[in-house]
T-cell receptor
Framework: ETGVTQTPRHLVMGMTNKKSLKCEQH?????MYWYKQSAKKPLELMFV???????ENNSVPSRFSPECPNSSHLFLHLHTLQPEDSALYLCASSQQGGGYTFGSGTRLTVV | AQKITQTQPGMFVQEKEAVTLDCTYD???????LFWYKQPSSGEMIFLIY??????QNATEGRYSLNFQKARKSANLVISASQLGDSAMYFC??????????FGKGNQVVVIP
């Protein structure tokens, strides 16, 4: 069991659905991240939050909408996704300059 | 921009033998951290070992050791006495001064009995 919890573990959604991924950490970290991991590709950093403020958006399509209500919780709201968005979505947290602690990921399938 | 290179194809290793996973990196930063993560089929990224760029000694953590050659910009992971549970993807990552962890493409390791 890691200090970063992601729910749900698996998600299947249609292209017209709206769903949200949740990430929670109680490690006292001040930074949180969303990564996308597609088959045979390196992990892609999507969003970075430092002290609840978004500090990085790596040209992510607007159909992905992050939300960080506090330093312990991070959401990724999904709407009108495409099949190519099917991937493993990993959340991580860190202290500034420290290593990252990852969650178990949400395996998303868009049908 | 940082670049992490892991080029080995999938590897099969006999149980109880050692395996070395190669990682080279490219950065202009003077201070950075190097990490190895293990990702089993469940998907979780598990931290294994860390090496700071100014650390003079190679990092060790149980059966894991990091062969750090700064001049060559390489940070190879050595897993000694492989176990069946070591079968997984292994990712090399670097955390430069900007604190944006960058990952390589990973190495697949399969331990056979």
């Amino acid at each position: 069991e890691t200090g970063v919890t992601q729910t749900p573990r698996h998600l299947v959604m249609g292209m017209t659905n709206k769903k949200s991924l949740k990430c929670e950490q109680h490690l006292g970290h001040n930074a949180m991240y969303w990564y996308k991991q597609s088959a045979k590709k390196p992990l892609e950093l999507m969003f970075v939050y430092n002290f609840k403020e978004q500090t990085e958006n790596n040209s992510v399509p607007s159909r992905f909408s992050p939300e960080c209500p506090n330093s312990s919780h991070l959401f990724l709201h999904l709407h009108t996704l495409q099949p190519e968005d099917s991937a493993l979505y990993l959340c991580a947290s860190s202290q500034q300059g420290g290593g990252y602690t990852f969650g178990s990921g949400t395996r998303l399938t868009v049908v | 921009a940082q670049k992490i290179t892991q080029t080995q194809p999938g590897m099969f290793v006999q149980e109880k033998e050692a395996v070395t996973l190669d990682c080279t990196y490219d950065t202009s930063d003077q201070s950075y951290g190097l990490f190895w993560y293990k990702q089993p089929s469940s998907g979780e990224m598990i931290f294994l070992i860390y090496q700071g760029s100014y650390d003079e000694q190679n990092a060790t953590e149980g059966r894991y050791s990091l062969n750090f050659q700064k001049a060559r910009k390489s940070a190879n992971l050595v897993i000694s006495a492989s176990q069946l549970g070591d079968s997984a993807m292994y990712f090399c990552a670097m955390n430069p001064e900007s604190n944006r962890l960058a990952f390589g493409k990973g190495n697949q390791v399969v331990v056979i009995p």
